[in-house]
């Protein structure tokens, strides 16, 4: 299987987001995006300014438009769109939806993440701005997201160490997963 993970928006998350999926999945990743990515996650990571399609791969595409991801995402079995939580956000994610459906690429493979979902920008927010017409996840702020390439682990890696991690971790680790087995299918 194929995952993109791509928004025009620098800055949402997605390279954290990439590099913990394809670590609990046990994929590679590729990104078009100068990151830390070989450093992490060393002999199963590249960065190519021109990715080719490789089955077992997260694809982490940087904020920006590429005319060289366009097949990627057409044959992606899911492309998942981090967004933060806010505005510019909002607008964003849209300019990125126009985008797939310029594609031409079905509504149901593509996964939208709130990441950073809090107080000024909710999820009722997001469900009303998407007429729920894209399935969505929900992933509160937690310093977890900090700790992923410094410690070189997954979300569940570090969610898990312990009772206390899972404990504090919870809000975190349930959409996370949540996201994970809708793509493990």
Do not use: C, H
Not at 70 to 88: F, G, H, R
Not at 156 to 173: A, D, F, P, Q
Request: proline content about 4%; overall charge negative; charged content about 30%.
């Amino acid at each position: 299987m194929v995952f993109s993970i791509w928004n025009k928006k620098g800055g949402v998350g997605k390279t954290a987001l990439s590099y913990s999926l394809a670590k609990d999945l046990d994929y590679s990743m590729m990104s078009n995006d100068d990151s830390m990515i070989e450093i992490a996650y060393p002999d199963r990571a590249v960065i190519d300014k021109n990715p080719i399609l490789v089955d077992n791969f997260v694809y982490d595409f940087g904020g920006f438009s590429d005319l060289s991801i366009e097949p990627i995402l057409k044959d992606s079995d899911y492309i998942i769109i981090p967004t933060i939580a806010d505005y510019n956000g909002a607008k964003k994610l849209f300019d990125t939806l126009e985008d797939l459906e310029t594609m031409k690429i079905p509504k149901e493979r593509i996964l939208v993440v709130s990441m950073r979902t809090g107080d000024t920008f909710k999820k009722d927010d997001i469900d009303s701005l998407l007429d729920n017409q894209y399935q969505t996840f929900y992933i509160p702020d937690s310093k977890i997201f900090q700790k992923l390439f410094t410690e070189k682990k997954s979300i569940n890696e570090i969610g898990n160490t312990n009772g206390l991690s899972k404990y504090t971790y919870r809000k975190v680790l349930a959409p996370y997963n949540e996201l994970l087995n809708k793509l493990k299918g």
